[in-house]
């Protein structure tokens, strides 16, 4: 399985970004999907979630902002990011496939590491 990142640079605040994840070796349309992301100093924390029936579940900080989606043709999850602010810089990672069961509002809230697997990540950095 192979999660591949891009997307990631530097942007303005108030500014948009998009973020992709493209997927390889994994039953795409059965997985629930995921990004977290790091910031400096900071522990990895859950940003949004999209489950298999596509149910989303978004971060406190993220929710109105940023929109998570997947296209389970091309096998690619994204995550739409709008009026970004410096808190927001990190590295964004994808994340793929929660345990049978899971409840994608709890693994996000508090930011569960219960992902099978990850990729490397992309830098977002927000900045004026």
């Known amino acids: 399985v192979k999660l591949v990142e891009s997307g990631g640079t530097l942007v303005q605040p108030g500014g948009s970004l998009r973020l992709s994840c493209a997927t390889s070796?994994?039953?795409?349309?059965?997985?629930?999907m995921a990004w977290f992301r790091q910031g400096p100093g900071k522990q990895r924390e859950g940003v949004a979630i999209i489950d298999m029936w596509r149910t989303t579940a978004y971060a406190d900080s993220v929710k109105g902002r940023f929109a998570i989606s997947r296209d389970n043709a091309k096998k690619v999850l994204y995550l739409q990011m709008n009026d970004l602010a410096p808190e927001d810089s990190g590295m964004y990672y994808c994340a793929a496939e929660l345990p049978h069961g899971a409840d994608i509002r709890v693994v996000v809230s508090q930011s569960l590491q219960l992902f099978r697997y990850w990729g490397q990540g992309t830098q977002v950095t927000v900045s004026s």
């Open positions: 070796g994994l039953a795409f349309e059965e997985s629930d």
